[in-house]
């Protein structure tokens, strides 16, 4: 499907925003905005060491930080900088080495920033004031920095759009400032790892991730905290107490162990307590799902973006390496379009230089219902093998869904072995021993997707040279595996690669040999680097292509090799021709062959 879409020309490409797939509103800006976060943008490079060589690409005018709105011949952003609508909406500067101390005063020129991101550098020192920014900053992250001492009472005073703060692991100390608790918004804290000490404020009801855990927090866990489930979000605070931990407080509101017998005396007080605290976590839930039902609400209208994005999709994780950014924040980096094939379009984002993924737009599964699509790509997301592309993440409308995968380099098994025909690339040329590592990781990958799929008749279904995708050591990454079941009927058989079989086309013979004879044709492409047939091409014409090769057996000159490994070179093109042969073949017995192979004869 999408897939031959990577190989496809850049010079086609064009650099849209994703948000507009998503139907975001735009808003224009001036030029005389775009200048001045630019100049924004200079004046806090400079606070930062180490900077120059990481951020060189943030240079002088003209280029600009975000790419402007409308033009059709763009620039991707500065590195770390992500836009919206033309505007500077983000900064995510993480794992860069970065230390020095951050002028702040600076980041107030970029009026539309909501989301600043310095995790893992080697900031350290007093905690900047980030306050200055004032209302307008909706997630902060400063995590796995080096940053220590006591954090003032009155920090994050007036930061009330703040809805996401992580400071965890660093060596912050002193006591948990309670300006904190004042923010009405805050949905995600995270302070963990650091030498907090004394009580916990009391967060107000809004909070649904929390994590205290390695600091010597004491006292009485707040009953507005006593529904986060996950008790690992306090361990490590050895007098931490209350709900929803075992441990009871004494009096004084300090811990003690579990269990302990209360004095008699004290049953009638102890009764009214645990009464007046079931009480307030009733009323902190109840006020929880009103905040959260307002938000909804409220999310439809919003010009400026809340994170999720309109309609009744949800987005869905399944790796959690991308730090404090999440797809949303994705989403709203610039994208470009690496092409669009049969089943939708396929787009590559950059958040920062060395993360970048890949978004596939699917439009042909509008008949899979919302729960059966959340089943199935729960199952792709459990998924793995070293040679199989992980699915990171996805996105449901009834419309349309993205699957979000990372970006591999290297393009496709395709362009590797025929170039990149639209911008007449020369084709890598193979050599013999990379082409056998491919094969067999296909095939050990395909092993792997039946055992575990064993309810599925044809477990990949669309098998395909530029559908496998090619990391740095030239291994093999599946992708657009196991759609099957989510894809509409009509569409599947007219598109996926599996259905030209002829014992499909021909025959109409659904069964695991489409799946093998997929790898069947792949080993033939492979092993003469030529194209079996034109798109459209299937049954008795794919039949004869077969044929021919198994008559003259010419192996791709590209692949070198062959004074002493002519020998295993036609055990694998005769194992593919049996592949294709054959009307029920055992995939791990053509596996096991494969795997048998040599490079040289011996
Ligand atoms: C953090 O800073 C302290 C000094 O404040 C220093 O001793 C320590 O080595 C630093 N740690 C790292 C990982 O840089
Ligand atoms: C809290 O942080 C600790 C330490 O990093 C971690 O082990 C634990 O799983 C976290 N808990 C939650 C609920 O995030």
Redesign the pocket.
Known sequence: MGMHAAGQSPSKSVMITILILLIFTCESSSSKDENQERDALLMFKMSLKNAEEVLRNWNNPPRLPCPRLGSSRTTPPWRGVICLNGNIWGLQLNCLKLSGDIDVDSLIGLRKLRTLSLMDN?F??AMPKFRKLGGILKSLCISKN?Y?GNINDDAFLGMSSLKRLDIADN?FSGEVPTSLASSMRLLELKIENNRFIGTIPDFPPTLVKFNASNNQLQGRIPPSLCDITDTSSFSGNKDLCGPPLDSKCDESGSSSAPNQIVPKTNENMSILHVISVIISCLLAIATLIMVYLQLDMKKDGEKDGVITPRGDGKLTFFRDDYGCFDLQDLLRASAEVLGSGNFGSCYKASLIEGHCVVVKRYIHMTNCGKDDFHHHMRILGNLSHPNLLPLIAYYYRPQEKLLVFNFIHNGSLAKQLHGDRTCEKQAGGLNWSTRLAIIKGVAKCMVYLYKKLPNLLVAHGNLKSSNILLDKWMQPLLMDYTLLPVVDVEQAHNLMVAFKAPAYSKQGHIDKNLDVWSLGILILETMTGKLPGQPRTHGSELERWVDTIGREKVFDKKMGGTENAQGQMTKLLEIGIKCCKVDIEELTMIANNIEQLDEKDI
């Open positions: 080697k350290e020192g080096n220590s060596r």
